[in-house]
């Protein structure tokens, strides 16, 4: 096939069709097709030669170039696409290095095998061009609802026609109990949106949090507004759902706002899930309200939040705990999903039951530390002190008021709280030289000899080893492993070492063997408040 003038603007037609039928830029065709009469041409010329084609817009002219380059003369390796200076005189006046010199070729005619290539270059180029297009076209719409048309189902997974390309809802995305057919239509959330090598995947979801939290934008327009927001969202998909709403607007009750007249909105989204349950919860700031209102609808009696641990402690009556249980726990997993706690839920007697517990080994041991009697134990133990350190370093008004003791009695506690304490330390200690602790970690500041022994325990022995650790290793911490959290726990935990703490000590001891300087510390602090300082002023502005 050669390039005559009869065919010519064949080759812009062909470029339109082909850009039409795939909708994309006819430029990026033309191109494909330089490329692919190029390398045709070098397979005519010579594979090392610099060829180049260029096709006319208007005329559809292919015009057939040779390029050379002007290298230093060490650097010339490639002689049909470079020449030294002195070479390229006999071409270029003045030459230098990085001047260009082209010349055009005669047309070539192609093979079946060349044009076979040409067409192969071609097709390969409109595909990539049609795969940025469709990625290009997505990668936006991640994050939000779309309809579309089931092709047809693969291993459970539906494929779905999304208009200008093919998208996955796989089958643990989709909610349990639905079943597709070719060309039914389906409501889908984007979920993601990735760049492959056989070209964009876009995949589906119908269980996502997020795709309930879009259902309700699109049935209640104070959401589309932003008059209400929606804080969380937590699923069981297909069973039971928990959205938890806020209102900027106090005229408007977010609750209502979003169950609609006679429950016509709340209801639009519940077919669409198909008959999945939803509580809509009043969001609240603070985290213990929230959580007796995600609860609901079991009464709560009392709450007991340990913000540390991300834990939660909920009392209710006897009558209420199942319910607050839910059926296979429903009710207090999806509460702990939208508050992001984890929730340990207790009936009065049982919370009675383990006050009582605490309070007995409490006396205890005031009574074997302090040497003194049962009902004395029980005195300092409901004034509200927890161990010896706060009996021993407590200030002296705080024992006074305590029925029955005057400033002598007061000293004495003190003291024997003292001895006890000193005592308990030196054992500690020599139990710690014992198992090899090093002086380097005994005599770190902010360690006491019980957490030393502790450390020497788990095999951290010198002050070497104690910089090595992690800040959860010491304080504890949490996990999440499928989707359950579960408890690290830390060798300085029980000594009530928060994470805080373990990275400034562990900072501390890096800085004291040289492995940090100071003075590098200091500054990523000062970068961390002005960072902070940054982000407050954006979000005041």
């Given at each position: 096939m050669?390039?005559?003038s009869?065919n010519q603007?064949?080759?812009?037609?062909?470029?339109?069709a082909?850009?039409?039928?795939?909708?994309i830029?006819?430029?990026?065709?033309?191109e494909?097709?330089?490329?692919s009469?190029?390398?045709?041409a070098k397979?005519?010329y010579?594979?090392?030669?610099?060829?180049?084609?260029s096709i006319d817009r208007?005329t559809?002219?292919?015009?057939?170039?040779?390029?050379?380059?002007?290298v230093?003369d060490?650097?010339?390796?490639?002689?049909?696409?470079?020449?030294?200076v002195?070479?390229?005189?006999q071409?270029?006046?003045?030459p230098?290095?990085?001047?260009?010199?082209?010349?055009?070729?005669?047309?070539?005619e192609?093979g079946?095998?060349?044009?076979?290539?040409a067409?192969q270059v071609?097709?390969?180029?409109?595909?990539?061009?049609e795969?940025?297009?469709?990625?290009?076209?997505?990668?936006?719409?991640?994050?939000t609802?779309?309809n579309?048309?089931?092709?047809?189902e693969?291993?459970?997974?539906?494929?779905?026609?999304i208009?200008?390309?093919?998208?996955?809802?796989?089958?643990n995305?989709k909610?349990g109990?639905?079943?597709?057919?070719?060309?039914?239509r389906?409501?889908?959330?984007?979920?993601?949106?990735?760049?492959?090598?056989?070209g964009?995947q876009?995949?589906?979801s119908?269980?996502?949090?997020e795709?309930?939290?879009?259902l309700?934008?699109?049935e209640?327009p104070?959401?589309y507004d932003?008059?209400?927001?929606?804080k969380?969202v937590?699923r069981?998909?297909?069973?039971?759902?928990?959205i938890?709403?806020?209102?900027?607007?106090?005229?408007?009750?977010?609750?209502?706002?979003?169950?609609g007249?006679?429950?016509?909105?709340?209801?639009?989204v519940v077919?669409?899930l198909q008959?999945e349950?939803i509580?809509?919860i009043?969001?609240?700031?603070d985290?213990?309200?929230?959580?007796?209102?995600?609860l609901?609808p079991a009464?709560?009696?009392k709450?007991v939040?340990?913000?540390?641990?991300?834990k939660?402690?909920?009392?209710?009556p006897?009558?209420?705990?199942?319910?607050a249980?839910?059926?296979?726990?429903q009710?207090?997993?999806?509460?702990?999903?939208?508050?992001?706690?984890?929730?340990?839920?207790?009936?009065e007697?049982?919370e009675?039951a383990?006050?009582q517990k605490?309070f007995?080994?409490?006396?205890?041991?005031?009574?074997?530390?302090l040497?003194?009697?049962e009902?004395?134990a029980?005195l300092l133990?409901?004034?509200?002190?927890?161990?010896?350190?706060?009996?021993?370093?407590?200030?002296l008004?705080?024992?006074?008021v305590?029925d029955?003791v005057?400033?002598?009695?007061a000293?004495?506690?003190?003291?024997?709280?003292?001895?006890?304490?000193e005592?308990a330390?030196?054992?500690?200690?020599?139990?710690?030289r014992?198992?090899?602790?090093?002086d380097?970690?005994?005599?770190?500041e902010?360690?006491?000899?019980q957490?030393v022994?502790a450390?020497?325990?788990?095999?951290?022995?010198?002050?070497?080893?104690?910089a090595t650790?992690?800040?959860?290793?010491?304080?504890?911490?949490?996990?999440t492993v499928?989707?359950?959290?579960?408890k690290?726990?830390?060798v300085?935990?029980p000594?009530?070492?928060?994470?805080?703490?373990a990275?400034?000590m562990?900072?501390?001891a890096?800085?004291?063997?040289?492995w940090?300087?100071?003075?590098?510390?200091?500054?990523?602090e000062?970068d961390?408040?002005a960072e902070d300082?940054?982000?407050e002023?954006?979000?005041?502005a």
């Open positions: 050669a390039i005559t009869a603007l064949e080759l812009l037609q062909t470029a339109e082909v850009a039409r039928e795939k909708m830029d006819p430029g990026l065709v033309v494909a097709m330089e490329e009469l190029a390398r045709a397979s005519r010579g594979a090392e030669m610099d060829i180049r084609v208007k559809g002219k292919a015009t057939f170039t040779r390029v050379r380059t002007v230093e060490e650097e010339l390796e490639n002689y049909q696409a470079e020449f030294t002195e070479q390229a005189k071409y270029l006046e003045n230098e290095v990085g001047d260009t010199y082209v010349e055009e070729i005669p047309p070539v192609l079946r095998i060349a044009a076979q290539s067409k071609i097709l390969q180029k409109v595909r990539e061009a795969r940025d297009r469709q990625y290009e076209e997505f990668k936006d719409k991640a994050g609802i779309i579309g048309l089931v092709k047809r693969e291993y459970g997974n539906v494929i779905v026609d208009g200008r390309g093919e998208a996955i809802l796989r089958r995305e909610i109990r639905e079943s597709y057919r070719p060309n039914d389906i409501r889908v959330y984007i979920k993601d949106v990735r760049r492959e090598t056989r964009p876009i995949f589906l119908r269980t996502a949090p795709f309930m939290a879009e309700f934008k699109m209640v104070e959401i932003g008059i209400i927001e929606i969380a937590a069981d998909p297909g069973s039971r759902a928990k938890a709403v806020i209102s900027y607007d106090n005229s408007i009750d977010p609750v209502g706002a979003c169950v007249m006679r429950g016509s909105r709340v209801q639009a077919n669409e008959g349950k509580d809509i009043p969001w609240n700031e985290q213990p309200t929230f959580l007796v209102n995600a609901q009464e709560v009696t709450v939040l340990d913000e540390e641990a991300g939660i402690e909920v009392v209710v006897e009558e209420q705990l199942s319910l249980i839910g059926r296979r726990g009710n207090v997993r999806l509460a702990s999903q939208l508050t992001n706690l984890d929730i340990d839920i207790m009936t007697a049982e009675s383990r006050r605490e007995e080994a409490r006396t205890k041991l005031f009574q074997e530390a040497d003194i009697d009902f004395f029980q133990v409901s004034e509200g002190f927890a161990n010896l350190e706060e009996v021993a370093y407590v200030e008004d705080e024992l006074l305590i029955g005057d400033e002598g009695t000293n004495e506690l003190q003291a024997r709280a003292r001895d006890h304490l005592a330390a030196a054992a500690a200690l020599e139990a710690a014992a198992l090899g602790a090093e380097s970690l005994i005599a770190f902010g360690l006491t000899a957490m022994e450390l020497a325990k788990d095999d951290v022995k010198t002050l070497e080893d104690f650790c992690a800040d959860w290793e010491l304080a504890g911490g949490w996990t499928d989707g359950q959290r579960v690290d726990d830390g300085l935990e000594f009530g070492v928060t994470l805080e703490e990275q400034d562990v900072m501390t890096r800085v004291v063997l040289g940090v300087d100071p003075d590098d510390l200091v500054a990523s000062d961390a408040d300082g940054d982000a002023a954006q979000a005041e």
